[in-house]
């Protein structure tokens, strides 16, 4: 029996030494694919380093085995493999073949992650709050008076909620204005104007605008959904004039801003045609909207694009998925003009079949952006008022992983292959 318990000890003390790199797929054969990013967050919590393999396995994660990580990786139902040292080795080499359209990226530090919404309850969800809090990765929620006092430089990364920088309250007033969400918003808004000192919500909100710009020009990383996407836009264009009507401002609109719009100062767009008309739902022709579109849900998808991921890492990082065909879905800005974008800006990912560009991504500065346009990616046409979608349904919702794949970029390092 002591011979017996000698050589189970020393199998097992040999199997340890093998079976010492975590291996979490990002491939079909992952059973929850955005808590394994939460996964990944909390690793960089306990300061272990992740090597994220860029193509490998849908953009599969890797990391020295710890017994606590494989024990939150059962209690949140992650899917893992236990590799020995050898195979990490064979799979760093495969990566680092010159032949082969991967990378690899080493995440040391966990992003302090911030997200730009009113403190009072809004009638529809966010869908970057719902997948942060899904993959359980913390965030702190800022708005315009945290802004405003200049705290944004003690985050790394900025998610926009569905906000209208215009200052036009999303141009809800002839649906919404009875509503008393509405009224408290717009109450809610304009004491915080004058608070800080501006005669108007849309002054304020420009000034926003230019804070945000100073965070990413600083190194900030900034990630933009639905109407926060062309609107903001619109407001860095239309700084110092007045592109709202009566009904929100209790002023006419400048009848010559469009001819005084500054594109140089836009992060995405250019050439674009303000949409004067306050009571139509809409603020440009950036977005494409429903009345244009020619594909219905049923066949409306759109397509990410494949990069080289050792000389576009950064794009490769944020397209990493299970699938490159993602389904389709509306918002109150669903889709962008590829002719109004500008020739620096990084197309991801686009319609081909109607020229929709829906996935967009650029350098600003020192700081990068993402724009992102829709609603929810598993929601295609969310009403107001209408619940939040139930990610426990969707574990594995590619439009979903675009988003948590952009809360990591700012991690990401390039490692150096062994040679």
Request: proline share 4%.
């Amino acid at each position: 029996m002591k011979v017996l318990l000698i050589v189970f000890l020393s199998l097992a003390s040999g199997l340890s030494s093998f079976a010492s790199t975590l291996l979490i797929p990002m491939d079909e054969s992952q059973t929850n694919h955005l808590k394994a990013y939460g996964i990944v967050y909390w690793t960089l919590e306990q300061e272990v380093p992740v090597d994220w393999l860029l193509n490998y396995r849908g953009g599969s994660f890797m990391c020295r085995y710890d017994q606590s990580l494989e024990n939150e990786l059962v209690v949140r139902g992650v899917s893992y493999e236990v590799i020995s040292d050898a195979e990490a080795d064979q799979i760093t080499s495969e990566i680092a073949s010159p032949s082969s359209n991967q990378d690899l990226m080493r995440l040391e530090q966990y992003p302090k992650v911030a997200v730009y919404s009113p403190k009072t309850a809004n009638p529809w969800d966010d869908a970057v709050m719902l997948a942060l809090d899904y993959a359980e990765i913390p965030y702190e929620i800022v708005f315009d008076d945290e802004v405003l006092m200049g705290e944004l430089p003690k985050y790394d990364w900025l998610h926009l909620h569905h906000e209208d920088f215009t200052g036009q309250y999303s141009k809800f007033y002839v649906a919404f204005h009875m509503y008393s969400w509405y009224q408290e918003k717009q109450r809610e808004y304009e004491e915080t104007a004058r608070k800080h000192g501006f005669t108007k919500v849309s002054e304020m909100k420009m000034a926003v605008t230019q804070k945000i710009s100073e965070f990413v020009s600083g190194g900030g990383f900034m990630f933009a959904m639905c109407l926060a996407t062309d609107t903001y836009d619109i407001a860095l264009a239309a700084s110092g004039l007045d592109i709202v009507g009566e009904v929100y401002d209790g002023d006419g609109i400048d009848p010559n801003a469009q001819e005084k719009l500054d594109y140089s100062k836009t992060f995405a767009f250019q050439d674009f045609n303000i949409v004067k008309n306050p009571w139509e739902i809409e603020f440009s022709d950036i977005d494409i909207n429903l009345s244009e579109r020619n594909v219905g849900q049923e066949n409306d998808y759109f397509q990410l694009f494949e990069f080289s991921a050792k000389w576009d890492p950064i794009p490769t990082m944020l397209t990493q998925n299970h699938e490159r065909n993602i389904k389709g879905f509306l918002g109150a800005t669903t889709a962008f003009r590829k002719s109004l974008i500008r020739s620096e800006a990084v197309i991801m990912g686009e319609n081909r079949t109607d020229q929709e560009v829906k996935y967009l991504h650029g350098v600003f500065g020192k700081g990068f952006w993402t724009f992102y346009g829709g609603h929810d990616p598993e929601d295609y046409q969310h009403n107001i008022g209408e619940p939040p979608t139930d990610l426990n349904l969707y574990p594995n919702s590619p439009g979903y992983r675009l988003i948590l794949n952009n809360v990591l970029f700012p991690a990401a390092k390039k490692k150096k292959q062994k040679t």
